[in-house]
């Protein structure tokens, strides 16, 4: 890819949006991007920090594993978003692993020139700092979660919180989420068992709570889901 097509495709980051051209240019200058199949890992857990990652293309799956092999999802990423989000000012290795599930084109900074041109640019410091902020309400949130509520409302948040990262608005107001999760997908971003969640599906689309088309796709009404939770 051509040092412009990595220009064009930063500016549109939101991270980047608010930068002049010799601003920009910098970033794209340490710049390089490359393509990844489906079922390949950019980085496994405990690698060496070393790069930072923007998706142009494609979706990645964040997860962490314990020695017995249990896997957590952390999230998925698409289009637009950039990981991992502690590679900033830190020491070590990777935190998690990063699973390409659909054939992705990634630009690759390295790290320890990044923060330099952060150091350099305060401004686009002060941006990286308010994407962080907000990655960590979202876990904090995601960890309240699992500590207040039942299983049941973790799996009504969980379908909101992918409903509004995934999801589609539809006309009517409802919320198109395709079938792209497993069971056990889900299952790994709660901490429960596949068949718990295959349980309260089943039990949602009984009740109404939740429709499935025919392709197995999830049709959400965010009124009737945050009613659940009252």
């Known amino acids: ?14 991270l980047f949006r608010d930068l002049n051209e010799d601003e920009l240019a910098k970033i ?16 496994m857990q405990d690698d060496p ?59 690759v900074v390295p790290i320890s020139k990044f923060e330099n041109v952060l150091i350099e640019n305060p401004l686009l410091s002060i941006k990286v700092f308010k994407v962080l902020g907000e990655k960590i309400v979202e876990l904090q949130e995601r960890l309240e979660s699992q500590i207040i509520n039942n299983t049941y409302e973790q799996i009504v948040k969980l379908l909101i919180r992918l409903g509004k990262n995934h999801g589609k608005e539809l006309e009517d107001g409802t919320i198109l989420l395709k079938g792209e999760f497993t069971n056990r997908d889900l299952a790994n971003m709660i901490g429960t068992t596949r068949e718990t969640v295959s349980r309260t599906l089943t039990k949602m689309k009984k009740e109404g709570t939740i429709e499935v088309d025919e392709k197995g796709n999830f049709l959400l009404n965010p009124d009737t889901l945050m009613d659940e939770l009252i």
């Not at 890819?1 to 939101?14: A, H, V, Y």
């Not at 998706?55 to 950039?82: C, N, R």
């Open 28 to 43: 794209v200058d340490i710049s390089i991007s490359r393509e990844w199949k489906k079922g390949t890992y950019v980085f």
């Open 1 to 14: 890819m051509r040092q412009e097509d990595i220009k064009e495709i930063l500016s549109k980051f939101t």
């Open 49 to 107: 920090l070393e790069n930072v990652y923007f998706i142009y293309d494609g979706k990645i799956k964040i997860y962490k594993s314990d020695v017995t092999g249990k896997e957590q999802i952390v999230a998925f990423l698409k289009k637009g978003e950039m990981f991992p989000h502690v590679g900033f000012f830190r020491k070590g290795g990777y935190p998690a692993f990063s699973e390409v599930v659909e054939n992705a084109v990634l630009v």
